[in-house]
């Protein structure tokens, strides 16, 4: 928690949830990474009615609603103290896709629509998935997709190829963005569809290998198809056309969920690398942290992760206060940024660690593993840093 950013409510709950993280998910971590999805999903369902029992569900949801009502200054740091644990945004039904759909659905979506899948997805009694990337196409340009949904009577006919649909696998719902207008102007081509995965046409065609991973129920990104898949016309989220603008309106507070997430595990994974060149002895009295380049390593990753923070906390202020198109710059800058030092440090720490550190049997090979996306996944550094390019050199004429 940053004292700069730190409310009184803040203050009130912070301690609670990290005690939770550290005595209740901290110890089951390893074990369930390595079990099966059943015997996984079980044993977090109960840690789930116990933060339910506390108090403590989904913070960023209003008090109305059975969360915090907590800002995004506010929720940032908690976002960050769950991301230090691989269960801890799950547990608090925090994780996405699912907090970017109830975002949506929340603002878009209809009365019965709401009634029939937001409420039970912000109870946590169901999870959702998010279409939107196919293999064909560059996925950090949404615009560009074969994916149609043609209005036929009273029902929306899907047919399509998607990947990377994270967590599908014993999804409720996915959120499909599909093509509804191919005549319109290129930002208003596409609409969003809510399709249950019960529906005669979807398919899931596999789990995807994450660097040889495939993992398993919310543990995992599937690619699915989509065959003449009927659903009833209510089931368009908001209005025909206006896809891409909701796309872009739940990317903004997703980019800093992901980052505050990012920087936990950067300060897990800091915490483990401090440990091990405490620890770890070469010979004759001569520790690993001994290393000019191991205390090299430690001051570098230090500063790096403490400015990343300030870099979202301000974006998230920004955000708060003037709304996320205000704020786009400074999205698209701790986008790249915190990004590419989650890697550093990951790969710093694994590198302390030695042989150890690319096992299974510390946290820091699944991290390296399903974290290295995050320099692909919500637009590649790349875009982001022309995008602050452009604007900057705009301002000089250019």
Same mark, same amino acid.
């Given at each position: ?85 691989? +269960? ?121 290998? +994450? ?56 300060? *897990? ?10 620890? *770890? ?49 400074? +999205? ?15 790969? *710093? ?50």
């Amino acid at each position: 928690m940053n004292n700069l950013y730190a409310t009184d409510k803040l203050k009130s709950i912070y301690p609670g949830i990290k005690a939770f993280v550290e005595e209740e998910l901290y110890p089951t971590e390893l074990h369930l990474l390595k079990g099966d999805w059943e015997e996984t999903e079980a044993i977090l369902n109960a840690k789930r009615e116990a933060v339910k029992a506390l108090g403590l569900w989904a913070p960023y949801l209003s008090e109305e609603e059975g969360g915090l009502g907590l800002s995004m200054v506010e929720f940032g740091q908690i976002s960050e103290l769950l991301g230090t644990s691989v +269960i801890g945004h799950y547990v608090f039904n925090c994780q996405a896709p699912d907090i970017g759909n109830i975002e949506l659905l929340h603002q878009f979506a209809s009365k019965e629509i709401r009634e029939s899948w937001l409420k039970p997805l912000m109870d946590g009694e169901i999870r959702s998935c998010f279409g939107m990337t196919e293999p064909e196409f560059a996925g950090s340009n949404p615009v560009n997709m074969a994916t149609t949904a043609i209005f036929e009577g009273d029902e929306i006919i899907l047919n399509g190829h998607k990947w990377f649909t994270t967590a599908a696998d014993g999804a409720a719902f996915c959120v499909v963005m599909a093509v509804t207008d191919p005549e319109a102007d290129t930002y208003e081509r596409a609409s969003m569809i809510l399709v249950p995965t019960d529906t005669p046409g979807f398919e899931l065609v596999r789990n995807i290998p +994450i660097m040889g991973d495939a993992g398993a129920g919310y543990f995992s990104h599937a690619e699915i198809r989509l065959n003449d898949c009927r659903v009833p016309a209510g089931h368009l989220i908001g209005k025909r056309g206006e896809g891409f603008r909701m796309a872009q309106m739940r990317l903004g507070p997703g980019r800093i969920h992901h980052c505050m997430r990012w920087i936990g595990i950067c300060e *897990r994974a800091f915490d483990m690398m401090c440990r091990r060149a405490a620890e *770890r002895e070469l010979g004759h009295g001569r520790m690993l942290g001994h290393q000019q380049t191991v205390q090299n390593w430690i001051a570098e990753s230090r500063a790096e992760i403490d400015a990343s923070r300030l870099m979202v906390l301000n974006a998230a202020a920004k955000m708060d206060a003037e709304g996320a198109k205000a704020a786009r710059l400074e +999205i698209s800058t701790i986008k790249f940024y915190v990004a590419d030092v989650l890697m550093k440090v990951l790969d *710093r720490a694994i590198q302390v660690h030695g042989a150890l550190g690319i096992t299974d049997d510390t946290l820091l090979s699944f991290w390296y593993r399903h974290e290295r996306g995050a320099r692909i996944y919500d637009g590649p550094d790349e875009v982001h840093k022309a995008s602050l390019a452009k604007a900057i050199l705009k301002g000089y004429g250019l």
